[in-house]
């Protein structure tokens, strides 16, 4: 399986990780080496994410958090590929990526 990120979940681990660098020089970095380990376990294992409970009926959308962050890697499984829908902050605006869908 290939793993591809949208652009969109792209943005999303740039703005955290400029953030982060903004609260201390190389948490930036810090947090863009635990979103890559997170990428590395789930294209190793894409079931090792949880099945998210807001995804749409039909889609095999998982959910799996960064270590040390509070965000959440949500992908989907689709044709044999995983594309990361979104980096989102696990406390704010849930759902809000539900009209992605990388088409």
Same mark, same amino acid.
């Given at each position: 399986?290939?793993?591809?990120?949208?652009?969109? &979940?792209?943005?999303? /681990?740039?703005? /955290?990780?400029?953030?982060? #660098?903004?609260?201390?020089?190389? !948490?930036?970095? $810090? *947090?863009? $080496? @635990?979103? &890559?380990?997170? !990428?590395?376990?789930?294209?190793? %294992?894409?079931? !090792?994410?949880?099945? #998210?409970? #807001? &995804?749409? &009926?039909?889609?095999?959308?998982?959910? +799996?958090?960064? %270590?040390? *962050?509070?965000? =959440?890697? +949500?992908?989907? =499984?689709?044709?044999?590929? +995983? !594309?990361?829908?979104? +980096? @989102?902050?696990?406390?704010?605006?849930?759902?809000?990526?539900?009209?992605? %869908?990388?088409?």
């Amino acid at each position: 399986m290939s793993l591809r990120l949208l652009p969109e &979940a792209d943005e999303e /681990a740039r703005e /955290a990780a400029r953030w982060y #660098d903004q609260q201390r020089i190389g !948490l930036g970095d $810090e *947090f863009l $080496e @635990a979103l &890559a380990r997170s !990428l590395e376990s789930i294209e190793r %294992n894409p079931r !090792l994410g949880r099945v #998210d409970p #807001d &995804a749409p &009926a039909g889609r095999e959308v998982r959910r +799996i958090r960064l %270590n040390r *962050f509070p965000y =959440i890697v +949500i992908y989907e =499984i689709r044709n044999g590929d +995983i !594309l990361v829908v979104a +980096i @989102a902050h696990g406390r704010r605006r849930p759902g809000y990526w539900l009209s992605r %869908n990388g088409n």
